[in-house]
């Protein structure tokens, strides 16, 4: 779990922690020139120019911020799942790539004194019982891959019970349309209600005529009243409106043309999932999949991609959806 990137430029630059390192060093020497000379220094601007200027860019930055996520998704899209990209493809290349990375050295820890030790992989099979009973491993020693890993080789779509479903996406010739939750906005409301609670006895009987043979008999001991707690599910009214009035609308269009829809959701289970499409009338298959997969593929909260052969054709922000017709016309001709 050591940290690989800075993560400060997100997917846009990825510098290791030595380069972020001396980067930072080297920013500091215009900092120390800044603090000890500020005296030989002069305004270009007028006060009040630059508190115009201050302020105008930070106004537009905040805006152009909230607009690639809110509003839309990103502007420019760094991240592995953008519009046009074969993800079948890539997830192919990159587990063959990590497949071929081969084992070099076992670095392990002596188990009495704590003293670390590097064996060759050839060493450690051919020594495998005596270096295990002496030795711990610490960390395997492999070659890199070829091609750098991505969230795109932990592209996992499930039902709810465990079935595989990526090749939905990724081995289909037909184009579908997957609705992509990160998030499922509800609420669970306790509520209690009284069940009756029978408990029962437990009689041996012998079987006559039989011998040796025995038959349990049950018999009602007592009938009583428990309170049980159950749970209420509430969706965020305007998280269900965007289903109401966003998706369902695409998925009646959509289903005119035979194209099929799918709604990948995380956090929650068989049966939200089942409330969910019943108070939002869409009639599609709910599967799920990773968080933090979803938040890699989309900003929006629903999102809409649309898939073909593998390849995803392009992606929408639940607020910028065109008309099934212009999706039909500009990317299924």
Known sequence: MRVTDCAMF??????????????????????????????????????????????????????????????DEPHVDFRPFRNGANIAAIKKAEMEASAAVKVLAM??????????????????????????????????IKTEPTIKETKISHFDITDFDGNEKT???????????????????????????TIQDTLYLSDTIAVSGYKDSMQIVKSIKEIKNKDEV???????????????????????????????MSVVISGVDAEKAATLAK??????????????????????????VLWKNGVLLHKWHFKKLPEWQTIKENFLK
Request: charged share 25%; net charge neutral.
């Open 10 to 71: 997100g997917d846009f630059l990825k510098l290791e922690p030595r380069i972020s390192f001396f980067k930072d060093i080297f920013l500091l020497l215009p900092a120390f020139y800044f603090l000890f000379f500020t005296r030989s220094m002069h305004q270009l601007f007028s006060r009040m120019t630059r508190n115009i200027i201050i302020g105008g860019s930070t106004i537009l930055l905040f805006l152009y911020c909230i607009y690639n996520f809110h509003w």
């Open 107 to 140: 670095k392990m820890k002596n188990k009495k004194n704590g003293e670390i030790k590097l064996f060759t992989y050839d060493e450690y099979l051919k020594n495998l019982s005596a270096i295990t009973d002496e030795y711990e491993t610490i960390e395997q």
């Open 167 to 193: 090749n939905l996406y990724l081995s289909n010739p037909e184009p579908h349309l997957m609705i992509v939750v990160y998030k499922a906005d509800y609420k669970a409301i306790e509520n209690h209600r």
């Open 230 to 260: 159950y749970y209420d599910i509430e969706w965020n009214p305007e998280f269900l409106a965007t289903f109401i009035n966003v998706i369902k609308p695409l998925n009646d269009a959509a289903a005119k043309d035979n194209v099929k």
């Open 279 to 304: 108070e939002s009338g869409i009639n599609a298959e709910f599967l799920t999949a990773d968080e933090k997969l979803l938040k890699t593929m989309m900003r929006s909260n629903p999102g809409i």
